[in-house]
């Protein structure tokens, strides 16, 4: 594979599909929450029955041009939806509704490390329903699909990348970034499993140097990062394999197993003029006027890059920053936080280490646990204080963790307030050193390390309560006696 990829250039497009998270379907009012059993989502519109007409969802709309703000794009001062002719046996009218060559939202992108990946274009449309492949032998010894219907009708904007990812690591994190912003900005969950959210990706390779495109096969049943950089990676070797054996690669729709990890073909790749797009006749053209925009992007909020750049510019790490802002319930946490006068560096260390790691062992969210934002303040500020050390605080998280018990009541009622009193840990000092001559000796002797022997002792002696920076400063002026 390293010989193939010292020969040829990846060329990656993806399509998003983000379903919108309304309360109803895009074109009538069954709803389209995820989880139902089947067939219990459905109604007039989205059964097709006879002299229905479409009704468009107003919160589409609004969602999709919030999107288009947030991705850098051009809002359409004046869109339109069109039938897409083509056969879906879990679309019960026989053609979908989409938006063909005028979408609601032009040009923008998304930003990868030091990289714009540009959109070309933002559409709105409908889902279909759902296939159930039972997989069992039925009277005549063949297998069997079901048609779940809660899906159709469900609202997506289609998110269409230019082809400007040339691995599978830059596709990963386009797709990681949009969903963040997707999420920021409400519009959709990015449950990648649950469907929520699906990557199509067209892939293409040519040799090194060469301008124009090859010939590219698009990926459909991406439904995890881990899928989406297997199937990339899969499909260019196949790709190359073709050129290297003197075949031509040809366009077609492939299907990614994930279980075989492998993708196999689907059908032939279907031009725009094979769906014999025309315009929706039951739906007027849609005008957006510039205040209708502006009204929107009044409503937007801080979006993940812009948090990035608050986060580092009150102390955090650029590393720091991004864990935490990937983590939209975590962000959200940190934010509330950083209100109540913490140190935002100690804060987000405590939520990075020993509070990630509980809720991952629990399977919850930080706003699910029994920390509240008031409590971890409170224990914050008992260590800036010096009330408490370092150690102290982390075991005393875990237990507010498992509790939620009161920070401060905690403290007193386990005694774990500091050891200031230079009087009493000179004492205790003392006799570590009375007690230890041999150490004592070969620190002079020039073993320097053995001063934090000396510390371990003063720390185990005081139960981890002696405070850090006068204990060394008194074992320091002990020795030197």
Not at 369 to 386: D, I, M, P, T, Y
């Amino acid at each position: 594979m390293s010989d193939y990829k010292d020969k040829y250039e990846m060329v990656i497009g993806l399509e998003v599909h983000a379903q919108l998270k309304t309360k109803s379907k895009i074109f009538g009012r069954e709803g389209c929450e995820f989880g139902h059993e089947p067939n219990t989502e459905t109604g007039p519109v989205t059964l097709a029955f006879p002299g229905v007409l479409p009704v468009l969802n107003k919160e589409c709309v609004n969602m999709a041009i919030l999107t288009g703000l947030a991705l850098n794009s051009k809002i359409a001062p004046r869109c339109k939806f069109d039938r897409k002719q083509y056969f879906y046996p879990d679309l019960p009218k026989g053609y979908q509704i989409s938006q063909f060559d005028e979408p609601i939202c032009i040009g923008g992108w998304v930003q990868i490390q030091d990289k714009k990946i540009g959109i070309t274009r933002a559409h709105l449309e409908e889902d279909a329903g759902k296939l159930v492949h039972a997989g069992a032998s039925g009277i005549y010894g063949s297998t069997y699909s079901l048609v779940d219907l809660n899906r159709a009708g469900t609202p997506l904007l289609e998110i269409v990348s230019e082809p400007d990812m040339r691995s599978s690591a830059e596709a990963r994190e386009y797709v990681e970034n949009l969903r963040n912003i997707l999420k920021y900005i409400g519009v959709c969950d990015g449950n990648l499993e649950e469907g929520s959210m699906r990557a199509d990706c067209n892939i293409s390779i040519r040799p090194f140097g060469q301008k124009e495109f090859g010939t590219r096969a698009e990926i459909k049943n991406v439904n995890s990062f881990r899928s989406l950089v297997r199937a990339i990676e899969y499909e260019f070797i196949r790709q190359a394999e073709i050129l290297e054996e003197g075949g031509k690669v040809i366009q077609e729709t492939r299907l990614w197993d994930d279980a075989a990890g492998i993708t196999s073909s689907m059908r032939g790749k279907e031009d725009a003029h094979d769906y014999r797009y025309f315009p929706e006749p039951d739906l007027m053209p849609l005008e957006i006027s510039q205040e209708w925009i502006d009204k929107i992007k009044e409503t937007m909020p801080e979006l993940p890059n812009q948090k990035m750049e608050r986060y580092q510019s009150i102390g955090l790490s650029e590393y720091d920053a991004g864990v935490i802002v990937n983590q939209i319930d975590m962000a959200t946490y940190f934010d509330e936080l950083i209100k109540l006068d913490v140190d935002p560096k100690t804060a987000s260390n405590f939520l990075m280490g020993e509070v990630a790691a509980f809720l991952k062992e629990e399977k919850i969210s930080v706003g699910e646990s029994k920390l509240s934002v008031e409590n971890f303040a409170k224990l914050l500020g008992l260590l800036k204080k010096g009330t408490i050390s370092n150690n102290i605080a982390k075991s005393l998280v875990i237990e507010i963790l498992n509790t939620g018990k009161d920070a401060q009541a905690l403290v007193e009622e386990k005694g774990l307030s500091v050891i200031s009193d230079e009087g009493e840990l000179v004492k205790i000092v003392q006799k570590i050193i009375a007690d230890n001559p041999s150490q004592v000796e070969a620190y002079k002797g020039g073993k320097d390390k053995l001063f934090g022997f000396f510390v371990g002792q003063a720390m185990k002696e005081t139960k981890g309560r002696a405070n850090p920076a006068l204990i060394n400063k008194l074992i320091k002026e002990e020795l030197e006696k």
